[in-house]
């Protein structure tokens, strides 16, 4: 659901109008927290799930029968008892469909604010409304103003991010008489040690002193219930006035820009940003993204008169370690690809991008300020999709050797103590490794991430209840499942039953099953990352993010516009070209198919994206280029919709194929087609553009086929037929995550464009008429239907199983026949010019535990400037039982090379690059012969090899026995 679906939505000014109970009636508004009518509010439970909501003593309420209408304001009634068994006894913590952190009458309604654009806009006066959610699931989530909080040591509803309240248009009725007002400090911008601050004089605001000892004196200051609340850290801490301690929350994603904000940068996805093979321009959009977060907290510190820093500092869903193990599975994008090597490189890249991390005065090596805390999900697997719809949750399997071969080395990467940017944070997963849950697992949380690692990251649940999850895993209460949570080394929760579960650990704290010390170490632990963020310290001169200084123009300006180009034409990667790329300026052109254009650019966004000023689809990208270059007709047709399915909907580990079969037979009708076919063979060129979307691949969305949906099937039969009969020339672009499985034949040119963002359209204009020449590379290995047929029905080779060895293999470590199973190879990709590989060394001491380093000659034998991505492979040769891939990635490069000019590149590779893994997941190198190749793909891809970067080099070394 977006917001264009309350666009109908008209602001009604509260009204004394009288109430359906008798007596006049009060309208409910925004107020300041200090304001008289902030106060003194009651949730009163009724059990089953329901709730009364008064205002000393009056009752929250609206006309009955209720009929959930769009312009329903509500009101507060006169003093008395609310009538029993009516609507007023109600009220629910969340709605029955979807939980979300609001307070709602049904499962069909939810309080939710005006303008009639519902952008999120909650300030002082603003009415309350009803407004009927059927059908809306998730909606509340992805507005603001579903956020209010009930405080209950405040006795107030609380917006985390504003810091403002729910009170009345006039004051409560006189009888009975109001509760007085508690005191409050007046509202203060300044910051918690800024001079003349309650804690400035302490311990707290010593900044030579290291972060774990400040914020361990100020949590001997707090109170267990305080501790608690910083546990609770979605939807908000609460602002601490004794203190001036600031109000904050976990809940954002930064993957490909900001999500839940509007007027904010969209880059490519993460999956795209891996098709770069590009750690430096990675990290550039990262650290795009958190200088935008930055904007937006200065603009919620400012408006809530410093008392807030808001939810955009936290991004706990992503960038993700998590690896496209399988193209089946629906969350692709939120990876960076197939290769644990290639996903740790980019990984780390894009921590330091976000976090930025800047040292203290301290002199404390792990004491950094941090531009935005980054948490890692999901250790260790994933949710969403491939598992039980209603319990969002999954079990995998995995042997020792599979996780130390293909899991362990990304989420090290971005984890351990030596990481060059540690997270702050690490989201434990919704699902069961080998038969014990993420959230609870002693190997995962323990053993991995304290004693290996080393990680001082803070474990938080995620947002959908990991913690219910657990419970539904080993069959026990959620308030057990909780207390297992904390002791188990939980440090935060975040997700929407924070309401519900509050009181279930005040209680384990007081029947002992949960230690005061424990949740004293939470609490201790959530402030250091305050202070890594700054809350405290901002007031300095040397603090590297202060709010003046902060540039407030980069927020969708030219500069993040240009980045977000220049990202779509690095990762938009050629995949064929017959000899029509660059186009020669043809007459006309036709942009055909479901993602030239689509409503709001939202099938060039894909999921968890924010909303940018504007997206340049391919039409207009193209209409524009065209005009540039001298075409003189850019004509447009849809063709078809994008899929036969309105979503998908799972049935267990997979979905169910008969999904792909049941087409509106509207979708694709002989109407829509024949328009798209008149088109075609008018114009010279068609660029036919396909692709799969979030109701094919998303969260909760796998895919039985590698195909393309069906009715995208017919209009590809059908323009490219009309093409042939009238002697035009078709270029396919296909938009999606993973790889789709079609004949490609019938085309000249095929581009792969994986969620580009804003500027898709501008970005692949670029690219086709040679303003920028391609360099990207495939991320995964794209499979054919036959290898989706073999891996069916055979748990062993299903989503949930992460052995890749089994069956016909999977990713280009076990792939074992990419002749019949690949339809293109990882690492694979075109450019409008040509490379020839001439020599590969190796230097360095050879031993287990040693670097080395590679060098690589290469010359541009072409006429166009472009980059090459210097891939490095290593295999060795072993007698070995345990399973070993047929090679690993051990280095790669992106080098620009001039026309006629050459290039010596060095690569390093770390020991632990060419390490296998053995039975029990300790890796090791192991002593032998390896080979090493280097060049423009994978050794032995015949399509790369035939490719513009020719054949790879090669040299062996060897490893002796220790």
Same mark, same amino acid.
């Given at each position: ?110 309080? *939710? ?65 109001? @509760? ?52 609770? @850290? ?40 891996? %098709? ?31 008392? @807030? ?188 039953? @924070? ?233 396919? *672009? ?14 000249? %040119? ?116 472009? %980059? ?44 632990? %690059? ?49």
């Amino acid at each position: 659901m977006t917001w264009r679906m309350v666009a109908v939505l008209v602001v009604f000014a509260a009204t004394a109008t009288d109430s359906v109970w008798g007596g006049p009636a009060i309208g409910v508004v925004v107020q300041e927290c200090n304001h008289p009518t902030a106060t003194g509010w009651t949730w009163k439970n009724s059990g089953a799930g329901s709730a009364t909501i008064l205002h000393n003593g009056g009752c929250l309420s609206v006309p009955s029968p209720f009929t959930a209408h769009p312009q329903l304001s509500l009101q507060m009634t006169c003093p008395g008892t609310c009538p029993a068994g009516s609507d007023d006894a109600g009220w629910c913590w969340h709605a029955v469909e979807s939980p979300v952190s609001t307070f709602s009458l049904s499962a069909d309604a939810s309080v *939710v604010w005006g303008p009639a654009s519902l952008e999120g806009v909650v300030s002082v006066g603003r009415p309350l409304i009803l407004y009927s959610l059927t059908g809306s699931k998730g909606y509340c989530e992805a507005h603001k103003s579903c956020d209010f909080v009930f405080n209950q040591s405040m006795a107030a509803f609380v917006h985390p991010e504003t810091g403002l309240c729910l009170g009345l248009s006039s004051p409560s009725p006189p009888s009975p008489p109001p @509760s007085p007002a508690p005191p409050t400090r007046p509202v203060t911008t300044a910051f918690t040690c800024e001079p003349g601050q309650p804690l400035a004089e302490t311990v707290v605001c010593n900044d030579t002193l290291p972060f774990a000892t400040r914020a361990a004196a100020l949590g001997d200051m707090l109170s267990i219930e305080q501790h608690v609340d910083l546990f609770f @850290s979605y939807p908000g801490t609460p602002y601490i006035p004794e203190f001036n301690i600031k109000s904050w929350s976990l809940d954002h994603t930064c993957i490909h820009g900001l999500n839940k904000a509007r007027n904010v940068s969209l880059f490519p996805h993460e999956i795209a940003q891996g %098709a770069s093979w590009d750690a430096g321009l990675v990290q550039r959009i990262l650290n795009a993204t958190a200088v935008e977060a930055r904007i937006l907290s200065s603009q919620t510190y400012v408006h809530t008169g410093g008392k @807030s820093q808001g939810g955009v500092l936290s991004c706990d869903g992503g960038p993700s370690a998590a690896q496209a193990h399988d193209p089946r599975w629906g969350r692709t994008s939120w990876t960076w690809g197939e290769d644990p090597f290639h996903i740790a490189v980019l990984g780390r890249a894009a921590y330091v991008g976000l976090q930025d991390p800047r040292p203290t005065p301290s002199g404390v090596a792990r004491d950094v300020f941090l531009a935005v805390r980054a948490t890692v999900p999901y250790f260790l697997a994933y949710h969403g999709g491939s598992g039980d719809p209603v319990g969002f949750a999954s079990a995998f399997n995995a042997t020792p050797r599979s996780l130390g071969d293909s899991y362990w080395p990304a989420y090290r990467a971005l984890l351990a103590s030596d990481a060059p940017s540690p997270a702050d944070g690490v989201m434990c997963a919704m699902s069961s490794l080998n038969g014990v849950p993420s959230c609870v697992d002693p190997l995962l949380l323990n053993t991995a991430l304290r004693e290996a690692w080393q990680s001082d990251a803070i474990i938080q649940t995620d947002c959908c209840d990991s913690v219910g999850s657990v419970a539904s895993f080993l069959k026990i209460p959620k308030a057990e499942a909780l207390a297992m949570y904390v002791n188990a080394g939980g440090g935060a929760y975040y997700g929407f039953e @924070s309401g519900n579960y509050r009181p279930d650990l005040l209680a384990a704290l007081a029947n002992g099953t949960v230690y005061n010390s424990t949740i004293r170490a939470v609490g201790n632990r959530v402030l250091e990352t305050e202070m890594r963020l700054g809350f405290f310290d901002a007031h300095r001169p040397e603090y590297p993010f202060r709010n003046e200084t902060l540039p407030w123009e980069l927020l969708d300006g030219p500069e993040h516009r240009a980045l977000a180009v220049e990202a779509v034409t690095k990762t938009t990667v050629l995949l064929k070209n017959n000899n029509l790329l660059p186009l020669k300026t043809p007459a006309s052109i036709a942009v055909v198919g479901p993602f030239a254009r689509c409503a709001d650019g939202l099938c060039y966004a894909h999921d968890y994206a924010g909303t940018p000023s504007f997206t340049t689809d391919f039409v207009d990208g193209l209409t524009i280029a065209g005009l540039a270059h001298g075409v003189k007709s850019v004509t447009y047709a849809q063709g078809s919709n994008d899929t036969c399915a309105t979503r998908c909907a799972s049935s267990g580990p997979l979905f169910n194929r008969s999904i792909w079969e049941q087409c509106d037979p509207t979708a694709a009708s002989e109407a829509a087609i024949a328009e798209a076919v008149e088109l075609v063979a008018a114009a010279e060129v068609t660029v036919l553009a396909l692709g799969l979307g979030e109701k094919v691949e998303g969260e909760g969305c796998d895919r039985p086929n590698v195909t393309l949906p069906m009715v995208q099937q017919r209009l590809y039969d059908a323009v490219t037929a009309a093409a042939a009969k009238a002697g035009r020339r078709v270029i396919l *672009v296909l938009v999606s995550a993973a790889g789709v499985d079609v004949d490609e034949s019938p085309v000249d %040119a095929v581009l792969w464009q994986p969620y580009g963002g804003q500027a898709s359209g501008t970005g692949l204009a670029q690219i086709l008429f040679g303003e920028s020449t391609p360099s990207a590379r495939l991320p995964a290995t794209w499979y054919t239907q036959a290898w989706a047929d073999d891996m069916a029905n055979d748990p062993s080779t299903s989503i949930l199983s992460f052995d890749l060895e089994v069956g016909a293999g999977r990713t280009h470590r076990y792939l074992k026949d990419p002749a019949l199973h690949a339809r293109h190879s990882f690492g694979f990709g075109l450019s409008y010019t040509t490379f020839s590989y001439t020599a590969v060394t190796v230097r360095g001491p050879v031993a287990p535990s040693t670097n080395l380093t590679v060098t690589v000659s290469l010359k541009n034998t072409g006429r166009v400037a472009a %980059a090459e991505i210097v891939q490095v492979y290593a295999s060795v040769q072993s007698n070995s039982a345990t399973p070993m891939p047929r090679h690993n990635l051990v280095g790669f490069a992106r080098v620009a090379v001039d026309p006629q000019a050459s290039a010596t590149v060095q690569v390093a590779v770390e020991g632990d %690059a060419i390490a296998v893994a053995d039975d029990s997941g300790s890796r090791k190198v192991v002593p032998g012969t390896y080979t090493l190749w280097a060049g423009g793909h994978q050794p032995n891809d015949t399509e790369g090899t035939a490719g513009t970067s020719g054949p790879c080099v090669s040299t062996t070394f060897v490893v002796p026995s220790a």
